[in-house]
Protein backbone atom coordinates (compact mmCIF):
# COMPACT_ATOMS: atom_id res chain seq x y z
CA UNK A 1 0.00 0.00 0.00
CA UNK A 2 1.73 3.43 -1.55
CA UNK A 3 0.78 6.54 0.50
CA UNK A 4 -1.66 7.79 -2.21
CA UNK A 5 -3.55 4.77 -1.14
CA UNK A 6 -3.41 5.57 2.55
CA UNK A 7 -4.65 8.56 2.59
CA UNK A 8 -7.60 7.74 -0.35
CA UNK A 9 -8.53 5.16 2.76
CA UNK A 10 -9.07 7.65 5.31
CA UNK A 11 -10.40 10.38 3.20
CA UNK A 12 -13.86 8.18 2.93
CA UNK A 13 -14.31 8.42 6.58
CA UNK A 14 -15.06 11.99 7.11
CA UNK A 15 -17.69 13.68 8.69
CA UNK A 16 -19.74 16.57 8.73
CA UNK A 17 -17.31 18.19 10.58
CA UNK A 18 -14.05 17.64 8.79
CA UNK A 19 -11.22 19.84 7.74
CA UNK A 20 -11.82 18.52 4.25
CA UNK A 21 -15.10 19.59 3.78
CA UNK A 22 -14.69 23.49 4.63
CA UNK A 23 -15.55 24.24 1.40
CA UNK A 24 -18.18 22.39 0.89
CA UNK A 25 -19.99 23.36 4.24
CA UNK A 26 -19.28 27.16 3.30
CA UNK A 27 -20.45 26.54 0.00
CA UNK A 28 -23.87 25.03 1.83
CA UNK A 29 -24.30 28.27 3.69
CA UNK A 30 -24.25 30.53 0.38
CA UNK A 31 -26.50 28.60 -1.37
CA UNK A 32 -29.64 29.23 1.07
CA UNK A 33 -31.22 31.73 3.56
CA UNK A 34 -30.47 30.89 6.78
CA UNK A 35 -32.72 31.48 9.91
CA UNK A 36 -29.84 32.42 11.86
CA UNK A 37 -26.06 33.50 11.56
CA UNK A 38 -23.76 33.48 14.79
CA UNK A 39 -20.72 35.19 14.21
CA UNK A 40 -18.30 34.20 16.09
CA UNK A 41 -17.20 30.44 17.18
CA UNK A 42 -16.29 30.70 20.74
CA UNK A 43 -18.35 28.71 23.62
CA UNK A 44 -21.34 31.49 23.14
CA UNK A 45 -21.26 31.20 19.64
CA UNK A 46 -21.33 27.25 20.09
CA UNK A 47 -23.97 27.35 22.64
CA UNK A 48 -26.13 29.64 20.58
CA UNK A 49 -25.99 27.21 17.28
CA UNK A 50 -26.77 24.00 19.83
CA UNK A 51 -29.91 25.54 21.12
CA UNK A 52 -30.79 26.90 18.07
CA UNK A 53 -30.06 23.82 15.88
CA UNK A 54 -32.16 21.67 18.16
CA UNK A 55 -35.18 23.64 17.63
CA UNK A 56 -35.12 22.92 14.48
CA UNK A 57 -33.87 26.64 13.10
CA UNK A 58 -31.44 26.54 10.03
CA UNK A 59 -28.65 27.66 11.95
CA UNK A 60 -25.26 28.60 11.11
CA UNK A 61 -21.58 29.83 12.80
CA UNK A 62 -18.53 31.34 10.96
CA UNK A 63 -15.12 31.83 13.05
CA UNK A 64 -12.68 34.16 12.00
CA UNK A 65 -9.74 32.18 13.63
CA UNK A 66 -10.43 28.88 14.99
CA UNK A 67 -12.95 27.50 17.26
CA UNK A 68 -12.34 28.36 21.02
CA UNK A 69 -9.05 30.45 19.83
CA UNK A 70 -10.12 33.81 21.48
CA UNK A 71 -10.93 33.96 25.33
CA UNK A 72 -12.90 30.33 25.11
CA UNK A 73 -9.43 28.23 25.04
CA UNK A 74 -7.52 30.87 27.87
CA UNK A 75 -9.54 31.23 31.18
CA UNK A 76 -8.92 29.85 34.00
CA UNK A 77 -10.32 26.16 33.10
CA UNK A 78 -12.80 26.30 35.77
CA UNK A 79 -16.87 25.87 35.11
CA UNK A 80 -17.11 27.46 38.35
CA UNK A 81 -19.48 29.05 40.53
CA UNK A 82 -17.98 32.12 41.16
CA UNK A 83 -17.21 32.56 44.81
CA UNK A 84 -15.57 35.72 44.39
CA UNK A 85 -18.98 37.27 43.41
CA UNK A 86 -20.23 36.99 46.36
CA UNK A 87 -17.81 39.83 47.55
CA UNK A 88 -19.41 42.00 45.19
CA UNK A 89 -22.67 41.06 46.22
CA UNK A 90 -23.92 39.73 42.88
CA UNK A 91 -25.99 37.08 44.22
CA UNK A 92 -27.97 36.43 40.97
CA UNK A 93 -25.36 36.10 38.88
CA UNK A 94 -23.75 33.47 41.69
CA UNK A 95 -26.96 31.21 41.90
CA UNK A 96 -27.45 31.02 37.77
CA UNK A 97 -23.70 29.84 37.05
CA UNK A 98 -23.39 27.75 40.10
CA UNK A 99 -26.51 25.72 39.43
CA UNK A 100 -25.28 25.78 35.36
CA UNK A 101 -22.20 24.24 36.35
CA UNK A 102 -23.70 20.69 37.89
CA UNK A 103 -25.70 20.68 34.18
CA UNK A 104 -22.26 20.80 32.13
CA UNK A 105 -20.38 18.30 34.52
CA UNK A 106 -23.81 16.03 33.70
CA UNK A 107 -23.90 16.83 30.44
CA UNK A 108 -20.19 16.28 29.21
CA UNK A 109 -18.61 14.67 32.14
CA UNK A 110 -15.68 13.74 30.14
CA UNK A 111 -14.58 17.54 30.45
CA UNK A 112 -15.79 18.36 33.24
CA UNK A 113 -14.75 17.16 36.66
CA UNK A 114 -15.00 18.03 40.16
CA UNK A 115 -11.95 19.36 41.51
CA UNK A 116 -11.78 20.45 45.40
CA UNK A 117 -10.70 23.37 46.12
CA UNK A 118 -8.65 24.88 49.22
CA UNK A 119 -9.54 28.17 50.98
CA UNK A 120 -6.46 29.04 53.52
CA UNK A 121 -7.47 31.49 56.35
CA UNK A 122 -5.03 34.35 57.72
CA UNK A 123 -4.95 36.78 59.92
CA UNK A 124 -5.99 39.88 57.95
CA UNK A 125 -6.95 37.94 54.82
CA UNK A 126 -9.85 38.84 52.53
CA UNK A 127 -11.97 35.97 54.48
CA UNK A 128 -11.69 35.65 58.14
CA UNK A 129 -13.43 32.32 59.89
CA UNK A 130 -16.91 32.85 60.11
CA UNK A 131 -17.22 34.88 56.59
CA UNK A 132 -15.89 31.89 55.07
CA UNK A 133 -17.90 29.79 56.69
CA UNK A 134 -20.76 31.68 56.02
CA UNK A 135 -19.75 32.88 52.23
CA UNK A 136 -19.80 29.21 51.29
CA UNK A 137 -22.56 27.87 53.19
CA UNK A 138 -24.17 30.48 50.91
CA UNK A 139 -22.68 29.71 47.94
CA UNK A 140 -23.48 25.72 48.60
CA UNK A 141 -27.50 26.86 48.82
CA UNK A 142 -27.24 29.38 45.70
CA UNK A 143 -25.39 27.32 43.55
CA UNK A 144 -27.11 23.69 44.57
CA UNK A 145 -24.47 21.64 45.34
CA UNK A 146 -24.82 18.26 46.03
CA UNK A 147 -25.14 17.07 49.86
CA UNK A 148 -21.21 15.35 49.62
CA UNK A 149 -19.94 18.08 47.74
CA UNK A 150 -21.07 20.57 50.31
CA UNK A 151 -18.14 23.16 51.95
CA UNK A 152 -16.43 21.85 55.39
CA UNK A 153 -14.25 24.49 57.98
CA UNK A 154 -10.77 23.18 58.31
CA UNK A 155 -8.23 23.69 60.81
CA UNK A 156 -5.00 24.81 60.75
CA UNK A 157 -3.59 21.60 61.04
CA UNK A 158 -6.08 20.40 58.58
CA UNK A 159 -5.21 23.03 55.91
CA UNK A 160 -1.86 21.89 56.21
CA UNK A 161 -2.51 18.56 55.67
CA UNK A 162 -4.24 19.24 52.47
CA UNK A 163 -1.15 21.28 51.22
CA UNK A 164 1.92 21.29 53.25
CA UNK A 165 3.44 23.62 50.62
CA UNK A 166 1.57 26.41 52.37
CA UNK A 167 2.69 29.41 53.79
CA UNK A 168 2.23 28.76 57.96
CA UNK A 169 2.60 31.91 58.84
CA UNK A 170 -0.60 33.52 60.43
CA UNK A 171 -2.52 30.87 59.29
CA UNK A 172 -6.05 29.94 61.00
CA UNK A 173 -7.78 27.38 58.87
CA UNK A 174 -9.39 26.99 55.91
CA UNK A 175 -12.23 26.50 53.77
CA UNK A 176 -13.05 23.06 51.35
CA UNK A 177 -15.13 23.54 48.86
CA UNK A 178 -15.85 21.86 45.15
CA UNK A 179 -15.36 23.39 42.00
CA UNK A 180 -15.56 22.09 38.48
CA UNK A 181 -12.04 21.81 36.13
CA UNK A 182 -12.70 21.64 32.66
CA UNK A 183 -10.88 21.56 29.04
CA UNK A 184 -12.31 24.98 28.09
CA UNK A 185 -11.50 24.53 24.16
CA UNK A 186 -12.82 21.11 24.47
CA UNK A 187 -15.71 21.80 26.06
CA UNK A 188 -16.04 24.69 22.79
CA UNK A 189 -15.76 22.10 20.59
CA UNK A 190 -17.89 19.04 22.24
CA UNK A 191 -20.91 21.75 22.39
CA UNK A 192 -19.93 22.85 18.53
CA UNK A 193 -20.03 18.83 17.46
CA UNK A 194 -23.44 18.32 18.51
CA UNK A 195 -24.33 21.50 17.39
CA UNK A 196 -23.56 20.02 13.85
CA UNK A 197 -24.54 16.37 14.87
CA UNK A 198 -28.26 18.47 15.44
CA UNK A 199 -28.20 20.18 12.27
CA UNK A 200 -26.36 22.99 12.71
CA UNK A 201 -23.61 24.40 10.17
CA UNK A 202 -19.91 25.65 10.96
CA UNK A 203 -16.96 26.66 9.81
CA UNK A 204 -13.78 28.13 10.87
CA UNK A 205 -11.44 30.56 9.50
CA UNK A 206 -13.84 33.00 7.84
CA UNK A 207 -14.45 36.54 8.77
CA UNK A 208 -17.34 38.37 8.58
CA UNK A 209 -15.83 41.62 6.94
CA UNK A 210 -19.20 43.66 6.00
CA UNK A 211 -22.99 43.51 7.27
CA UNK A 212 -25.30 42.98 4.50
CA UNK A 213 -28.52 45.62 4.02
CA UNK A 214 -31.80 46.14 2.47
CA UNK A 215 -34.28 48.54 3.75
CA UNK A 216 -32.07 48.83 6.44
CA UNK A 217 -31.99 45.57 7.98
CA UNK A 218 -28.94 43.37 8.35
CA UNK A 219 -29.51 40.28 5.97
CA UNK A 220 -26.49 39.00 6.00
CA UNK A 221 -22.75 39.40 5.52
CA UNK A 222 -19.71 39.48 3.10
CA UNK A 223 -17.20 36.78 4.45
CA UNK A 224 -13.64 36.35 4.13
CA UNK A 225 -12.01 32.44 3.83
CA UNK A 226 -9.14 33.23 5.24
CA UNK A 227 -7.41 30.18 4.01
CA UNK A 228 -8.24 30.38 0.56
CA UNK A 229 -8.65 34.24 0.44
CA UNK A 230 -12.00 33.98 -1.29
CA UNK A 231 -15.01 36.03 -0.33
CA UNK A 232 -18.74 34.79 -0.37
CA UNK A 233 -22.09 35.61 1.38
CA UNK A 234 -24.15 34.56 3.24
CA UNK A 235 -27.74 35.63 4.08
CA UNK A 236 -29.37 34.93 7.32
CA UNK A 237 -33.19 36.35 8.46
CA UNK A 238 -31.57 36.98 11.23
CA UNK A 239 -28.16 37.79 12.72
CA UNK A 240 -26.16 37.23 16.38
CA UNK A 241 -22.83 38.83 17.03
CA UNK A 242 -21.44 36.07 19.71
CA UNK A 243 -17.91 37.99 18.93
CA UNK A 244 -16.67 38.10 22.43
CA UNK A 245 -13.41 40.74 22.41
CA UNK A 246 -14.51 41.67 18.86
CA UNK A 247 -18.19 42.17 19.06
CA UNK A 248 -17.67 45.79 18.98
CA UNK A 249 -16.20 46.02 16.24
CA UNK A 250 -18.92 44.39 14.47
CA UNK A 251 -21.24 46.73 16.02
CA UNK A 252 -18.93 49.22 14.63
CA UNK A 253 -19.83 47.88 11.04
CA UNK A 254 -23.51 47.85 11.83
CA UNK A 255 -22.75 51.79 13.29
CA UNK A 256 -24.42 50.76 16.31
CA UNK A 257 -21.71 50.81 18.73
CA UNK A 258 -23.35 53.29 21.17
CA UNK A 259 -23.68 53.62 25.14
CA UNK A 260 -22.76 50.68 26.66
CA UNK A 261 -19.09 49.05 25.64
CA UNK A 262 -16.70 46.38 25.79
CA UNK A 263 -14.05 47.13 28.66
CA UNK A 264 -11.64 44.33 27.93
CA UNK A 265 -9.00 42.78 30.79
CA UNK A 266 -6.14 40.72 30.85
CA UNK A 267 -5.64 37.38 32.44
CA UNK A 268 -2.74 35.54 32.20
CA UNK A 269 -1.67 31.97 33.41
CA UNK A 270 1.76 30.16 34.00
CA UNK A 271 2.29 26.42 33.95
CA UNK A 272 5.32 25.02 35.85
CA UNK A 273 6.02 20.95 36.18
CA UNK A 274 5.18 19.02 38.94
CA UNK A 275 9.13 18.90 40.05
CA UNK A 276 9.21 22.68 40.45
CA UNK A 277 5.49 23.03 41.99
CA UNK A 278 4.54 20.17 43.49
CA UNK A 279 1.34 20.91 44.13
CA UNK A 280 -0.61 18.47 45.46
CA UNK A 281 -4.30 20.22 46.39
CA UNK A 282 -6.00 23.03 44.21
CA UNK A 283 -5.79 26.36 46.26
CA UNK A 284 -7.94 29.36 46.20
CA UNK A 285 -5.89 32.01 47.85
CA UNK A 286 -5.01 36.04 48.48
CA UNK A 287 -1.82 37.84 46.56
CA UNK A 288 -0.01 40.18 48.95
CA UNK A 289 -0.55 43.04 46.76
CA UNK A 290 -2.06 46.03 46.96
CA UNK A 291 -4.68 45.64 44.46
CA UNK A 292 -6.67 42.63 46.40
CA UNK A 293 -6.81 39.68 43.76
CA UNK A 294 -7.28 36.80 44.67
CA UNK A 295 -5.49 33.59 42.58
CA UNK A 296 -6.03 29.81 41.28
CA UNK A 297 -3.10 27.28 41.71
CA UNK A 298 -4.46 23.76 40.30
CA UNK A 299 -2.20 20.73 39.77
CA UNK A 300 -3.47 18.94 36.32
CA UNK A 301 -1.56 15.95 34.77
CA UNK A 302 1.75 16.37 36.32
CA UNK A 303 1.94 19.94 35.46
CA UNK A 304 0.67 22.82 37.79
CA UNK A 305 -0.68 26.16 37.06
CA UNK A 306 -1.56 28.95 38.52
CA UNK A 307 -3.20 32.49 37.81
CA UNK A 308 -4.54 34.68 36.65
CA UNK A 309 -3.78 38.44 36.51
CA UNK A 310 -6.22 40.95 35.25
CA UNK A 311 -5.25 44.23 33.55
CA UNK A 312 -6.99 46.50 31.13
CA UNK A 313 -5.91 45.92 27.88
CA UNK A 314 -6.15 47.94 24.62
CA UNK A 315 -4.00 45.75 22.24
CA UNK A 316 -4.98 43.31 19.41
CA UNK A 317 -7.00 40.43 21.42
CA UNK A 318 -5.92 38.16 18.97
CA UNK A 319 -2.46 37.24 20.42
CA UNK A 320 -2.33 38.47 23.61
CA UNK A 321 0.75 37.97 25.40
CA UNK A 322 2.56 37.97 28.98
CA UNK A 323 5.04 40.63 29.86
CA UNK A 324 7.60 40.12 32.27
CA UNK A 325 5.58 42.43 34.88
CA UNK A 326 2.73 39.67 34.05
CA UNK A 327 4.97 37.04 34.83
CA UNK A 328 6.67 38.27 37.74
CA UNK A 329 3.40 38.82 39.49
CA UNK A 330 2.43 36.10 39.40
CA UNK A 331 5.95 34.05 40.78
CA UNK A 332 5.82 36.58 43.60
CA UNK A 333 2.33 35.75 44.51
CA UNK A 334 3.14 32.08 44.21
CA UNK A 335 6.72 32.44 46.42
CA UNK A 336 4.69 34.01 49.00
CA UNK A 337 1.66 31.49 49.51
CA UNK A 338 4.21 28.54 48.71
CA UNK A 339 7.59 30.15 50.19
CA UNK A 340 9.00 26.28 50.23
CA UNK A 341 9.06 26.31 46.08
CA UNK A 342 11.13 29.07 45.42
CA UNK A 343 10.13 29.59 41.98
CA UNK A 344 11.99 31.99 39.39
CA UNK A 345 11.55 32.77 35.35
CA UNK A 346 13.47 29.98 34.40
CA UNK A 347 10.92 27.21 35.57
CA UNK A 348 8.00 28.89 34.03
CA UNK A 349 7.32 25.95 31.29
CA UNK A 350 4.50 27.67 29.41
CA UNK A 351 1.82 29.93 29.63
CA UNK A 352 -1.23 31.18 28.19
CA UNK A 353 -3.05 35.04 27.99
CA UNK A 354 -6.29 35.64 27.55
CA UNK A 355 -8.85 38.48 27.03
CA UNK A 356 -11.94 39.21 29.08
CA UNK A 357 -14.65 40.92 27.26
CA UNK A 358 -16.69 42.73 29.84
CA UNK A 359 -19.26 45.60 29.66
CA UNK A 360 -17.63 48.54 31.02
CA UNK A 361 -18.69 50.10 34.24
CA UNK A 362 -17.98 54.18 34.82
CA UNK A 363 -15.63 54.23 37.77
CA UNK A 364 -15.06 50.16 38.74
CA UNK A 365 -11.68 48.41 38.87
CA UNK A 366 -11.30 45.61 36.09
CA UNK A 367 -11.88 43.17 39.01
CA UNK A 368 -14.49 44.61 40.23
CA UNK A 369 -17.10 44.81 37.04
CA UNK A 370 -19.26 42.48 36.43
CA UNK A 371 -19.41 39.00 34.79
CA UNK A 372 -23.34 39.26 33.82
CA UNK A 373 -24.03 39.04 30.07
CA UNK A 374 -26.31 41.60 28.28
CA UNK A 375 -28.45 41.42 24.90
CA UNK A 376 -27.57 44.51 22.85
CA UNK A 377 -30.39 44.96 19.53
CA UNK A 378 -29.57 47.39 17.03
CA UNK A 379 -31.86 49.43 14.52
CA UNK A 380 -31.18 47.26 11.63
CA UNK A 381 -31.68 43.97 13.69
CA UNK A 382 -28.42 42.76 14.60
CA UNK A 383 -28.84 41.29 17.48
CA UNK A 384 -25.20 41.32 20.21
CA UNK A 385 -24.64 39.34 23.19
CA UNK A 386 -21.89 40.68 24.98
CA UNK A 387 -20.07 39.47 28.25
CA UNK A 388 -20.90 36.59 30.31
CA UNK A 389 -18.76 33.76 31.84
CA UNK A 390 -17.73 30.08 30.77
CA UNK A 391 -19.89 28.20 33.22
CA UNK A 392 -23.18 30.10 31.99
CA UNK A 393 -22.72 30.05 28.42
CA UNK A 394 -25.84 27.58 28.18
CA UNK A 395 -27.93 30.05 29.80
CA UNK A 396 -26.61 32.44 27.71
CA UNK A 397 -27.60 30.89 24.42
CA UNK A 398 -31.17 30.17 25.86
CA UNK A 399 -31.74 33.78 26.24
CA UNK A 400 -30.16 34.62 22.82
CA UNK A 401 -32.48 31.88 21.15
CA UNK A 402 -35.42 32.90 22.85
CA UNK A 403 -34.97 36.55 21.62
CA UNK A 404 -34.44 34.96 18.26
CA UNK A 405 -37.63 32.23 18.63
CA UNK A 406 -39.94 35.49 19.71
CA UNK A 407 -38.82 38.00 17.28
CA UNK A 408 -39.47 35.35 14.33
CA UNK A 409 -42.79 34.54 16.17
CA UNK A 410 -43.85 38.41 16.16
CA UNK A 411 -42.75 38.36 11.98
CA UNK A 412 -45.24 35.47 12.00
CA UNK A 413 -42.49 33.74 10.25
CA UNK A 414 -42.54 30.26 12.74
CA UNK A 415 -42.59 29.41 15.83
CA UNK A 416 -39.90 27.71 17.18
CA UNK A 417 -39.69 25.03 20.54
CA UNK A 418 -38.13 26.16 23.92
CA UNK A 419 -34.58 25.15 25.10
CA UNK A 420 -34.21 21.60 25.62
CA UNK A 421 -30.42 21.99 26.11
CA UNK A 422 -30.50 21.63 29.98
CA UNK A 423 -30.64 17.61 29.79
CA UNK A 424 -28.81 17.82 26.78
CA UNK A 425 -25.68 15.46 26.45
CA UNK A 426 -22.77 16.74 24.42
CA UNK A 427 -20.67 15.35 21.97
CA UNK A 428 -18.29 12.56 23.39
CA UNK A 429 -21.28 12.47 26.57
CA UNK A 430 -22.35 9.44 25.98
CA UNK A 431 -20.81 7.28 29.01
CA UNK A 432 -23.56 7.13 31.33
CA UNK A 433 -23.62 10.59 33.30
CA UNK A 434 -21.46 11.60 35.74
CA UNK A 435 -21.41 8.34 37.79
CA UNK A 436 -21.03 6.13 35.06
CA UNK A 437 -17.58 7.76 33.73
CA UNK A 438 -15.45 5.95 35.91
CA UNK A 439 -16.71 2.36 34.99
CA UNK A 440 -16.59 3.17 31.20
CA UNK A 441 -13.23 4.93 31.29
CA UNK A 442 -11.71 1.36 32.77
CA UNK A 443 -13.19 -0.50 30.25
CA UNK A 444 -11.82 1.57 27.67
CA UNK A 445 -8.47 2.25 29.30
CA UNK A 446 -8.79 -1.79 29.05
CA UNK A 447 -9.34 -1.68 25.49
CA UNK A 448 -6.84 0.74 24.50
CA UNK A 449 -3.88 -0.85 25.93
CA UNK A 450 -5.09 -4.14 23.80
CA UNK A 451 -4.86 -1.86 20.68
CA UNK A 452 -1.48 -0.46 21.18
CA UNK A 453 -1.48 2.13 23.49
CA UNK A 454 -0.06 2.10 26.51
CA UNK A 455 -2.21 2.85 30.15
CA UNK A 456 -1.20 6.46 30.15
CA UNK A 457 -1.88 7.52 26.41
CA UNK A 458 -5.35 5.06 26.94
CA UNK A 459 -6.08 7.06 29.95
CA UNK A 460 -5.58 10.46 28.30
CA UNK A 461 -7.68 9.69 25.34
CA UNK A 462 -10.74 8.43 26.76
CA UNK A 463 -10.45 11.79 29.68
CA UNK A 464 -10.28 13.87 26.38
CA UNK A 465 -12.54 12.40 23.78
CA UNK A 466 -15.23 10.52 25.85
CA UNK A 467 -17.50 7.95 23.88
CA UNK A 468 -15.66 9.54 21.00
CA UNK A 469 -13.06 7.32 21.93
CA UNK A 470 -14.80 4.70 19.84
CA UNK A 471 -14.46 6.66 16.79
CA UNK A 472 -10.07 6.84 17.66
CA UNK A 473 -10.34 3.21 18.29
CA UNK A 474 -11.19 2.58 15.14
CA UNK A 475 -8.96 4.40 13.56
CA UNK A 476 -5.89 2.35 14.92
CA UNK A 477 -8.03 -0.51 13.97
CA UNK A 478 -8.34 0.00 10.57
CA UNK A 479 -4.95 2.00 9.70
CA UNK A 480 -3.50 2.43 12.85
CA UNK A 481 -0.61 0.03 11.43
CA UNK A 482 0.10 3.17 9.20
CA UNK A 483 1.58 5.27 11.72
CA UNK A 484 5.11 4.57 11.64
CA UNK A 485 4.72 4.90 7.51
CA UNK A 486 4.26 8.41 9.05
CA UNK A 487 6.96 8.91 11.70
CA UNK A 488 4.07 9.40 14.22
CA UNK A 489 2.77 7.18 17.07
CA UNK A 490 -0.37 5.42 17.11
CA UNK A 491 -1.53 8.04 19.62
CA UNK A 492 -0.57 11.05 17.91
CA UNK A 493 -1.18 9.63 13.71
CA UNK A 494 -5.07 8.59 15.15
CA UNK A 495 -6.04 11.69 16.84
CA UNK A 496 -4.62 13.69 14.29
CA UNK A 497 -6.77 12.10 11.86
CA UNK A 498 -9.82 12.35 14.12
CA UNK A 499 -8.88 15.97 14.59
CA UNK A 500 -8.90 16.59 10.69
CA UNK A 501 -11.98 14.31 10.17
CA UNK A 502 -14.26 15.36 12.97
CA UNK A 503 -12.57 18.00 14.69
CA UNK A 504 -12.35 20.52 11.31
CA UNK A 505 -8.79 20.81 12.34
CA UNK A 506 -7.15 23.24 9.80
CA UNK A 507 -3.72 24.00 11.19
CA UNK A 508 -1.14 22.82 13.61
CA UNK A 509 -1.68 24.77 15.92
CA UNK A 510 -5.24 24.01 15.95
CA UNK A 511 -4.15 20.27 17.03
CA UNK A 512 -1.48 21.28 19.16
CA UNK A 513 -3.69 24.01 21.63
CA UNK A 514 -7.56 23.87 21.15
CA UNK A 515 -7.52 19.66 20.17
CA UNK A 516 -4.57 18.54 22.97
CA UNK A 517 -3.89 21.33 24.96
CA UNK A 518 -0.62 19.97 24.83
CA UNK A 519 0.77 23.78 23.74
CA UNK A 520 -0.06 24.99 27.42
CA UNK A 521 0.29 21.00 29.50
CA UNK A 522 2.96 19.25 27.50
CA UNK A 523 4.92 21.67 25.61
CA UNK A 524 7.92 18.93 24.85
CA UNK A 525 5.53 16.85 23.13
CA UNK A 526 4.79 19.41 20.52
CA UNK A 527 8.21 19.58 20.38
CA UNK A 528 8.82 15.89 19.69
CA UNK A 529 5.35 15.70 17.37
CA UNK A 530 5.78 19.16 15.30
CA UNK A 531 7.73 17.99 12.15
CA UNK A 532 5.98 14.96 11.33
CA UNK A 533 2.48 15.97 12.37
CA UNK A 534 3.46 19.41 9.99
CA UNK A 535 4.61 16.95 7.07
CA UNK A 536 1.42 14.86 7.58
CA UNK A 537 -0.82 17.56 7.52
CA UNK A 538 0.91 19.39 4.54
CA UNK A 539 0.17 16.39 2.57
CA UNK A 540 -3.53 15.65 3.44
CA UNK A 541 -4.32 19.68 3.34
CA UNK A 542 -2.31 20.25 -0.10
CA UNK A 543 0.00 22.83 1.07
CA UNK A 544 1.68 24.65 -1.14
CA UNK A 545 5.46 25.10 0.51
CA UNK A 546 4.82 28.47 1.23
CA UNK A 547 1.50 27.60 3.39
CA UNK A 548 3.56 25.10 5.27
CA UNK A 549 6.48 27.30 6.22
CA UNK A 550 3.83 29.77 7.26
CA UNK A 551 2.44 27.21 9.57
CA UNK A 552 5.98 25.91 10.74
CA UNK A 553 6.90 29.68 11.81
CA UNK A 554 3.37 30.17 13.37
CA UNK A 555 3.73 27.19 15.15
CA UNK A 556 7.42 27.61 16.25
CA UNK A 557 6.33 31.59 17.25
CA UNK A 558 3.57 30.38 19.65
CA UNK A 559 6.30 28.23 21.01
CA UNK A 560 8.33 30.69 22.07
CA UNK A 561 5.70 33.19 23.28
CA UNK A 562 4.56 30.76 25.59
CA UNK A 563 7.63 30.89 27.61
CA UNK A 564 9.43 34.14 26.35
CA UNK A 565 7.86 37.39 27.63
CA UNK A 566 7.23 40.05 24.89
CA UNK A 567 8.78 42.96 25.90
CA UNK A 568 11.78 40.48 27.52
Known amino acids: ?239 VNAAGPWVDEIRELDQSKKGKHLFMTKGVHLVFDESKFPLQQAVYFDTPFEDGRMMFAIPRAGKTYIGTTDTEYKKNPVHPQMTVEDRDYIIDAANYMF ?86 VLSGGDVGGSKGFKEYATEQVRRGTTLGLSVEEADRLVQRYGSNIERIYQIIETIGTEANFHGLSLEVFATLIYGIEEEMVATPLDYFNRRTSALYFDIDWVKTWKEPVIEYMAKRLNWSNEMKEAHVQDLEQQLHDAVVPFDA
Open 1 to 239: MNEQDILKGVIVLVKPFSGLQRNVILDQMVSEELDLLVIGGGITGSGILLDAASRGMNAAVIEMQDYAAGTSSRSTKLVHGGLRYLKNLEVGLVAEVGKERAIVYENAPHVTIPEWMLLPIFKGGTFGKFSTSAGLALYDRLAGVKRKERRSMLSKNETMSKEPLLRKNDLKGGGYYVEYRTDDARLTLEVMKEAVHRGGKAVNYVKAEQLLYEDGKVVGVRAMDVITGETREIRAKKI
Open 339 to 424: PGIKLDKDDVESSWSGVRPLIHEEGKDPSEISRKDEIFHSNSGLITIAGGKLTGYRKMAEKVVDFVADEFKDEKYKKFPSSTTKNM
